[in-house]
C-alpha cells in the first residue's frame, strides 16, 4: 500500500485517467473527490461486499429457477 500525505487542493493520479483530489479536512473525516472515467465504476468499500452478495443471491435464484423448470 502506498501512502501519502496531501494537503486540501492537491491531488494524486492514478493510471491514466483517475484524479484523486482531497477537498477538505476536518477533525475525522477527509473529503475526496474522484475524477475518472465513466466505464469505471467506483463503490465505497462497505457496499462492494453488498454488490457481491446481490450476484451470489442473484446466480442462486437463477439456478433454482433453472433447476424447477426441468
Excluded: C, H
Excluded at 484524479?19 to 466505464?39: H, S
Amino acid at each position: 500500500m502506498l501512502v501519502l500525505s496531501r494537503k486540501p487542493g492537491e491531488k494524486i493520479q492514478i493510471g491514466g485517467g483517475i484524479t484523486v483530489t482531497v477537498l477538505e479536512l476536518t477533525q475525522n473525516r477527509v473529503r475526496i473527490g474522484i475524477d475518472a472515467p465513466q466505464d469505471v465504476r467506483i463503490l465505497r468499500e462497505e457496499l462492494v461486499g453488498a454488490e457481491n452478495q446481490k450476484y451470489v443471491n442473484f446466480a442462486a435464484s437463477t439456478e433454482m429457477e433453472l433447476a424447477t423448470a426441468w
